[in-house]
């Protein structure tokens, strides 16, 4: 099979030709059709998350075809259309994993980072670890909904009941959160960089009921923000944009250190929070709600071999919505 692989941080992927890996016990082989490029992939490729030790096939927006199932595998069976996401592979025996917290299993391994993801013809998956796919979405509209919009749900779980909601990067994750949230009956305040007249238009045509610019005043009080950006300057721009009791729930792997800000715009019981990865339950949930919902996905597509091209595009911020790679034909 071809696969695009990391050879180590700061280097460009490469293509490579593997042997086509068999399903171990409690495994499913997939064929991939689509996988979408995530910023965690650029936080990988870019050496900003623990190092690894050996060359790695990033891509955690995994969606394909069961090829073959491993012993034990009775949730699938070939052909099956399903998805695979950031998490895995976790414990299930720690304290974390017991407690339903297996988003913080210390033991977790993850897709396209400890495990060879979905940068290839095939991927080798935990079944326990892998969803079926509402059908209404096609296999490139599929593949954001893997994580940019799994975390980002985990993300609106942790803003509680807000009403008026604030999402600081209006990118992947944003857009399909932004429609989440209307259909929830919540007010959704779109901040971009500073400038970036594009995302600002295109937060208005997801559904925002405003947007400016990171250094803006929203014209209400937000209840919670959502800080998808890596930059920890928006942290305190974003506690001065909610209300007291209010949550800003920082949605990324990775962050620029946070500035030093004043106690007074934390005072009166606001909260910083993390989150980090996702949950079986989160992933169930999340896409029972996009059967639900009908969520308007806005991919671009680069074959798999412009990997490389894919991740620089999004570094640049080249496109709004999500970026997918897709089989060379397509
Ligand atoms: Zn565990
Ligand atoms: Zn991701």
Redesign the pocket.
């Given at each position: 099979m071809r696969a695009m692989i990391l050879p180590a941080p700061h280097k460009p992927l490469v293509p490579e030709l593997r042997a086509d890996p068999a399903a171990g016990p409690g495994q499913v082989v997939i064929a991939v059709a689509a996988r979408?490029v995530?910023?965690?992939?650029l936080h990988i490729v870019d050496g900003e998350l623990p190092a690894l030790p050996h060359p790695v096939v990033p891509g955690?927006?995994i969606i394909g075809r069961v090829l073959a199932c491993g012993a034990g595998v009775d949730r699938f069976k070939p052909g099956d259309r399903v998805g695979v996401p950031?998490l895995g592979w976790t414990c299930g025996v720690c304290d974390y994993c017991r407690r339903g917290q297996e988003n913080l299993c210390p033991n977790a391994r993850f897709t396209g980072y400890q495990i060879d993801g979905g940068y290839a013809d095939r991927t080798v998956a935990d079944a326990r670890n892998v969803f079926r796919i509402p059908d209404r979405y096609n296999d490139t509209d599929a593949a954001p909904l893997?994580?940019?919009g799994l975390?980002g749900y985990r993300c609106l779980r942790m803003a509680g009941d807000a009403h008026r909601l604030g999402l600081y990067g209006f990118g992947a994750a944003a857009h399909i959160l932004a429609q989440v949230a209307r259909h929830q009956g919540r007010s959704v305040f779109a901040f971009t960089r500073p400038g970036d007249t594009a995302a600002q238009g295109f937060a208005l045509q997801m559904g925002a009921a405003w947007a400016g610019g990171s250094d803006d005043t929203p014209p209400e009080v937000l209840d919670a923000a959502i800080i998808f950006a890596p930059a920890g300057a928006l942290v305190p721009a974003a506690l001065r944009a909610v209300r007291p009791g209010g949550t800003v729930v920082c949605g990324g792997?990775y962050m620029t250190d946070i500035p030093s800000f004043p106690y007074e715009i934390l005072w009166r019981e606001r909260v910083v929070r993390s989150v980090a990865n996702l949950t079986r339950q989160d992933a169930e949930e999340f896409l029972q709600i996009a059967d639900e919902v009908r969520l308007q996905l806005e991919t671009h597509s680069y074959p798999m071999s412009q990997a490389n091209e894919a991740l620089a595009g999004l570094r640049e911020g080249r496109f709004t919505g999500a970026a997918v790679l897709v089989p060379e034909s397509a």
């Open positions: 979408g995530c910023r965690t992939d955690h927006e950031w893997m994580c940019a975390i792997i």
